[in-house]
């Protein structure tokens, strides 16, 4: 089967940072592992939707997405970026 649009699901990043606070990247990091888990343990794909310039806001240097992106992947997650 083909897919041609796949829409995201769950809270995009913007959601999630308001939720927890924009200085918390913590709160942010422990969302997303949970989400990461469960597609993880389920065999699902998660399709997660990030902002630059939310990305940048409280961590111009990226370094939770990069914490993010690592952590995906030693769980056997893809990107297409």
């Keep these: ?5 796949f829409p995201i699901q769950g809270y995009p990043d913007v959601y999630r940072r308001r939720g927890c606070g924009w200085e918390d990247l913590d709160c ?10 469960e597609a993880a343990e389920r065999n699902l794909t998660l399709d ?3 902002h630059d310039w939310s ?7 990226m370094s939770r997405t990069r914490r993010i992106i690592r952590y995906a992947q030693e769980q056997g997650g893809q990107f297409g970026l």
């Design 1 to 5: 089967m083909e897919i041609l649009e």
């Design 55 to 61: 990305s940048t806001r409280e961590d111009p240097e």
């Design 48 to 50: 997660y939707c990030q």
């Design 28 to 37: 942010y990091s422990q969302g997303l592992r949970a989400e990461i888990d």
